[in-house]
């Protein structure tokens, strides 16, 4: 069994910035790809970056140039740079490793 632990969410104001963290534990074999997805109210959960276990990451349209996404195999853990965050980024954001284990979700709020 997988578990994905997510930190650093919470309240910023538009044009600023937070960095999201993901860690994984637990029965982890090899490199495994690893993403962002999130689900504001009202709306389907859907892909914001993903970083594979070869080859490049790939984004949202809604997000690139904005959002960067990497990762520390030897930690297991990867991570979700927002930079110039918009009111519509506001959402809860969730790890996922294969789209198969999920965290428990972060709640991003870009407000004034």
């Known amino acids: 069994q997988v578990r994905l632990v997510e930190s650093g969410g919470g309240l910023v104001q538009p044009g600023g910035s937070l960095r999201l963290f993901c860690a994984a534990s637990g029965s982890i074999f090899g490199i495994n790809a690893m993403g962002w997805y999130r689900q504001a109210p009202g709306k389907q959960r859907e892909l914001v970056a993903r970083?594979?276990?070869?080859?490049?990451?790939n984004y949202a349209d809604s997000v690139k140039g904005r959002f960067t996404i990497s990762r520390d195999n030897a930690k297991n853990t990867v991570s979700l740079q927002m930079n110039s965050l918009k009111p519509e980024d506001t959402a809860v954001y969730y790890c996922?490793?294969?789209?198969?284990?999920w965290g428990q979700g972060t709640q991003v709020t870009v407000s004034s």
């Open positions: 970083i594979p276990s070869g080859g490049s990451t």
């Open positions: 996922t490793m294969n789209d198969y284990y």
